[in-house]
Nanobody
Framework: VQLQASGGGLVQAGGSLRLSCAAS????????MGWFRQVPGKGREFVAA????????YYADSVKGRFTISRDNAKNTVRLEMNSLKPEDTAVYSC????????????????WGQGTLVTVSS
């Protein structure tokens, strides 16, 4: 199983980025997907999650209204559209997969990608 996140980069505050996570080696449409982020020296933080069908999404309060998670099961891809970025959004963003329903608990995700760095300058 491989989850490959991409799309990170440097952006000014107020700007936008779109992250993608390409999955392989698993029946993607059977898995709920999540995005998490981590700042060096701090714990991993839940960002957003989406059910296998895409019918239900859930967001951390800190990103609600600014970030949108979506998925394309035909392309085995999950995306995170990030708008109105703030310096406090700076982190390494990773995607994760789990069977069953979505959860904010990182310990319940079985598969993880390596992450992509997002840096938001003030």
């Amino acid at each position: 199983v491989q989850l490959q996140a991409s799309g990170g980069g440097l952006v000014q505050a107020g700007g936008s980025l779109r992250l993608s996570c390409a999955a392989s080696g698993l029946p993607f449409s059977n898995y709920a997907m999540g995005w998490f982020r981590q700042v060096p020296g701090k714990g991993r933080e839940f960002v957003a999650a989406i059910t296998w069908s895409g019918g239900t999404t859930y967001y951390a309060d800190s990103v609600k209204g600014r970030f949108t998670i979506s998925r394309d099961n035909a392309k085995n891809t999950v995306r995170l559209e990030m708008n109105s970025l703030k310096p406090e959004d700076t982190a390494v963003y990773s995607c994760a997969a789990r069977q069953r329903t979505i959860t904010t608990n990182e310990g319940l995700y079985r598969y993880w990608g390596q992450g992509t760095l997002v840096t938001v300058s003030s």
